[in-house]
């Protein structure tokens, strides 16, 4: 049973990021109250915002928040690719680890910006982000067997 839900978990990871990349994180404010973002638009918006007259810190800290969220919607596409068959594969585990660092970056980062509102692109990514996590938890046959603590070799 464990073991299927671990699967599962694995399965479901990938699939629920990508989903959650395309659907509203963020309201707007000001202006732009009656606006929803999603990692989509946000991408698009700090493309138009690189455009402008901006200081170097400000043009970096844009480029590096674009590469890390297309990063995060590729390491969704390895996952969701490589979940059925090479699980083991280590592009499969630092791609998992991937999602759930950005994960946890963004989740953290929207929830500075706008409080963390209920969006259903942010709980998608905190899912998916979470079901990784799971995925990777020792099964009961790992968790049920002693352990065991070899002496230091004296070489």
Same mark, same amino acid.
């Given at each position: 049973?464990?073991?299927?839900?671990?699967?599962?978990?694995?399965?479901?990871?990938?699939?629920?990021?990508?989903?959650?990349f395309f659907v509203p994180w963020?309201?707007?404010?000001?202006?732009?109250?009656?606006?929803?973002?999603?990692?989509?638009?946000?991408?698009?918006?700090?493309?138009?915002?690189?455009?402008?007259?901006?200081?170097?810190?400000?043009?970096?800290?844009?480029?590096? /928040?674009?590469?890390? #969220?297309?990063?995060?919607?590729? @390491? !969704?596409? $390895? &996952?969701? *690719?490589?979940? %059925?068959?090479?699980? =083991?594969?280590?592009?499969?585990?630092?791609?998992?680890?991937?999602?759930?660092?950005?994960?946890?970056?963004?989740?953290?980062?929207?929830?500075?910006?706008?409080?963390?509102?209920? /969006?259903?692109?942010? #709980?998608?990514?905190?899912?998916? @982000? !979470?079901? $990784? &996590?799971? *995925?990777?938890? %020792?099964?009961?046959? =790992?968790?049920?067997?002693?352990?065991?603590?070899?002496?230091?070799s004296d070489a």
């Open positions: 049973m464990a073991v299927r839900l671990q699967t599962a978990a694995r399965l479901v990871a990938g699939p629920m990021v990508l989903a959650g963020i309201d707007g404010h000001g202006v732009l109250a009656g606006e929803r973002y999603s990692g989509y638009d946000i991408v698009r918006l700090a493309g138009y915002l690189q455009g402008a007259e901006l200081t170097t810190a400000e043009h970096v800290a844009l480029t590096v /928040a674009r590469i890390a #969220l297309v990063g995060m919607v590729a @390491a !969704a596409l $390895w &996952v969701t *690719a490589l979940a %059925p068959r090479w699980q =083991a594969s280590r592009l499969h585990s630092v791609s998992g680890w991937y999602l759930v660092t950005t994960g946890i970056v963004v989740v953290a980062g929207v929830a500075w910006w706008d409080g963390f509102s209920h /969006a259903p692109g942010m #709980l998608l990514v905190a899912g998916g @982000a !979470a079901a $990784w &996590v799971a *995925a990777q938890l %020792p099964g009961p046959e =790992a968790r049920s067997a002693p352990l065991v603590i070899a002496p230091a």
